[in-house]
C-alpha cells in the first residue's frame, strides 16, 4: 500500500508545473483560479494538476462560502521523508563501511624492495 502510494506521489510530482503547485501551496492555501494566474494555460488545465496531486494525497480541496481553497497535505511528505531516509541511512551505512576498509588498507605496512643503487 505505502510502495503504491508512494509510486502515485512521486508520479505527481514529476511535472515541473504540478511541483510548482505544490511549493506555492506550502506558503499557504490558495483558490484554482490564483494558482492559474502565472501560467498561461486555461484553467481547466491546472484544475487537472490539482486533480493528479488530489488523487496522489498531495493536494486536499476544502469549501469557504464561495471559495474552494486547496490545501497542501503536510503528512504525505512525511511518508516522503521516511522512505528517501532510508535509504540515505543505509548509504552512508555502505560509505562508512568503504571508509573504515580504506583505513585498515592504509595502515596495513608495506613490503617495499630494496632500493638499487645508481650506477656511476
Known sequence: MT???LSLVFSALADP???DIVARLATGDATVNELAEPYEVTVQAVSKHIKVLQDAGLVSRSR???R???HLEAEVFDLMTKWIERYRREAEDRFRRLDALLEQLDARPTTE????EAAS
Not at 113 to 116: E, L, R
Open 3 to 5: 510502495d503504491d502510494r
Open 17 to 19: 508545473t504540478r511541483r
Open 64 to 66: 469557504e462560502a464561495q
Open 68 to 70: 474552494r481553497p486547496c
Open 113 to 116: 624492495p630494496p632500493a638499487k
